[in-house]
């Protein structure tokens, strides 16, 4: 129990947080906005015994992360047979399999916010981050909670990764 509360404790600010970046970005006019958003969302559609699976071969001791991670003169080892990196590789597999879910909520609540609030800040000076943090933040607020209470939820659901990952 006390794995899950730690795993918890991880898991949730870092998807929240990154999924809220990626949000803001692909909120904003850039090209191919769809594409990027449909790729971010794909992960989270894939069961996530066969995202912890591909995740095994790509960590593998000798797989291709584990040699870059070699070039970089990092230690070469095997991430989910180490009880030393087993709950960071858990907790990696899982935020990037999960961020899109959460990535879609947050793009629902930006779009929901007055376009003409920005507008004005803009002209009263506000630079961009002023803006995020002033006006998006608080008028997504019961996004965000809505978000976190989801990662709580889900984050102790874990245990698809975790019987994968021990086989």
């Known amino acids: 129990m006390g ?32 594409f990027f958003r449909s790729s971010c969302y794909i992960p989270y559609v894939i069961s996530a015994v066969a995202v912890t ?26 991430w989910f047979a180490s009880t030393k990196y087993a709950l960071a590789f858990l907790i990696i597999v899982y935020v990037w399999q999960q961020i899109g879910f959460y990535m879609v909520i947050f793009i629902g609540g930006l779009q929901e916010v007055p376009v003409e609030l920005y507008e004005a800040a803009k002209v009263d000076g506000a630079g961009a981050w002023q803006r995020l943090i002033k006006i998006t933040v608080p008028l997504i607020r019961n996004t965000t909670y809505l978000v976190l209470t989801f990662g709580m939820i889900s984050a102790f659901q874990i245990f698809d990764q975790i019987a994968a990952l021990s086989k």
């Open 3 to 34: 794995h899950s509360f730690l795993m918890v404790l991880i898991i949730v600010p870092l998807q929240t947080l990154i999924s809220f970046t990626i949000a803001v970005l692909l909120n904003g006019k850039i090209r191919c906005k769809g």
């Open 53 to 78: 699976i591909f995740f095994m071969y790509f960590f593998v001791k000798n797989g291709p992360a584990t040699k870059f991670f070699s070039l970089l003169g990092l230690e070469n080892v095997s």
